[in-house]
């Protein structure tokens, strides 16, 4: 239990295109879902907190209309790099909370990463 | 703010013995800990939570809490090779704060 998938698992682009990356809960319902970024060799960075049905909350220093993030159901949430650049270029990851009586994060407030998306703008 | 303080390593432990890795935490009112590990290039996995006072152990992996002092550690016992990665200290408000990371490697 507690699955989380992210679609891509890598993608490269050229510069000034827009990626959009998938991070789907597969046997839980989603009502949080997290996005980071992580830098080689540099702890991992929080950039936004969704709830599934409202806009996102995002982290000091994180445009939000450069990443744009949309969950739109409970098992979905997705990321939009827009106008990507070189320096977006990082390993992205994202992680599921389901709070609700019964989810597997119930007891703890856990939460449960994806696999991650590598993202390489040209 | 809540924090939490890990050492960054790297800490090198002979294969086979116990390796300790501790972690210190600001929020006396922090619920519930956890430990993830990390490997180069992958995303963080989930080894152990924790909520009470105490010894948890699963497997290999004993997790240890003392509210009082604000610590948690994780032992890892008959240590593999397998075992190096970096492991993140965490606990949870409304989003999970983590430490840096405290790089582990167990020499063959």
């Known amino acids: 239990g507690a699955v989380v998938s992210q679609h891509p698992s890598w993608v490269i682009c050229k510069s000034g295109t827009s990626v959009k990356i998938e991070c789907r809960s597969l046997?839980?319902?989603?009502?949080?879902m997290f996005w980071y970024r992580q830098f080689p060799k540099q702890s991992l960075m929080l950039m936004a907190t969704s709830n599934e049905g409202s806009k996102a909350t995002y982290e000091q220093g994180v445009e939000k209309d450069k990443f744009l993030i949309n969950h739109a159901s409970l098992t979905l949430s997705t990321l939009t790099v827009t106008s990507a650049h070189p320096e977006d270029s990082s390993f992205y990851i994202c992680s599921a909370r389901d709070i609700e009586a019964g989810g597997p994060s119930f007891t703890y407030n856990e939460q449960f990463f994806g696999p991650g998306t590598r993202l390489t703008v040209l | 703010q809540k924090e939490v303080e890990q050492n960054s390593g790297p800490l090198s432990v002979p294969e086979g013995a116990i390796a300790s890795l501790n972690c210190t935490y600001s929020?006396?009112?922090?619920?519930?800990f956890f430990w993830y590990r990390q490997y180069s290039g992958k995303s963080p996995e989930l080894i152990m939570s924790i909520y009470s006072n105490g010894d948890k152990e699963d497997g290999r992996f004993t997790a240890q809490l003392n509210k009082a002092s604000q610590y948690v550690s994780l032992l890892i016992r008959d240590s593999q090779p397998s075992d190096s990665a970096t492991y993140l200290c965490?606990?949870?408000?409304?989003?999970?704060?983590f430490g840096k990371g405290t790089r582990l490697h167990i020499l063959p």
């Open positions: 965490a606990t949870t408000d409304d989003k999970i704060i």
């Open positions: 046997d839980f319902q989603a009502t949080t």
């Open positions: 929020d006396r009112v922090s619920q519930s």
